[in-house]
């Protein structure tokens, strides 16, 4: 069965950097687009990034700013973010999900992980 | 960027009843409109995807309609298991967005 495990949250000062992580096992993880999507305490959901099977394409939500940068390691089945120059506002539940169209640009994503934590705090 | 806006905002409702959640698209998004339902403490589990198309496992009270700017999920026969929020999210165009959600509670 597909799984997604998400790793790395924490609790990171402002300004600071962190990178996550998404650990892919039950499917073709070279086959399919992977999103990343974060919730915040309380909050709905909202896109982060996407990114192509193969890594060609990546697109972000307009609010990031170039601060994250998705990517992935298809030999590893794994899927990162890198996200830097961290705000409070960025504190969230992180999830990373799988894209229902596999070799397709974007769909919608159809499984997720259990998310992992961030809080920026000084 | 594309505004998803869910109706209502909050439903609390009696088992058995039939539920109608809709969700209006700020432009027209073909059928690229999708419905998931989250509970508590728990990730996100597609329902629907491409307007009416049932996920793989989902159970058959759950149903959705709709094109262009207006959809719509309807759980008919309303299980306590239902209590969740459910949230829309469009695939037509970038950015990808999500609807505010729909909590809605059984009574």
């Known amino acids: 069965q597909v799984q997604l495990v998400e790793s790395g949250g924490g609790v990171v000062q402002p300004g600071k950097s962190l990178r996550l992580s998404c650990a892919a096992s039950g499917f073709t993880f070279r086959s399919y687009g992977m999103h990343w999507v974060r919730q915040a305490p309380g909050k709905g959901l909202e896109w982060v990034a996407v990114?192509?099977?193969?890594?060609?394409?990546?697109y972000y939500a307009d609010s990031l700013k170039g601060r994250f940068n998705i990517s992935r390691d298809n030999s590893k089945n794994t899927l990162y973010l890198q996200m830097n120059s961290l705000r409070a506002e960025d504190t969230a539940l992180y999830y990373c999900?799988?894209?229902?169209?596999?070799?397709?640009?974007?769909?919608?994503?159809?499984?997720w992980g259990q998310g992992t934590l961030v809080t920026v705090s000084s | 960027e594309i505004v998803l806006t869910q109706s209502p905002d909050f439903q609390s409702v009696t088992p058995k009843e039939k539920v109608t959640i809709t969700c209006r698209a700020s432009?027209?998004?073909?059928?690229?409109l999708h419905w998931y339902q989250q509970k508590p403490d728990q990730s996100p589990k597609l329902l629907i995807k491409y307007a009416s198309q049932s996920f793989s496992g989902v159970p058959s009270r759950f149903s959705g309609s709709g094109s262009g700017t207006d959809f719509t999920l309807t759980i008919n026969t309303l299980e306590a298991e239902d209590a969740a929020t459910y949230y829309c999210h469009q695939s037509s165009s970038l950015p990808i967005t999500f609807g505010q959600g729909t909590r809605l509670e059984i009574k």
């Open positions: 999900a799988r894209d229902s169209i596999p070799y397709g640009d974007y769909g919608c994503p159809d499984y």
């Open positions: 990114i192509w099977h193969d890594g060609s394409n990546k």
């Open positions: 432009q027209r998004i073909g059928s690229a």
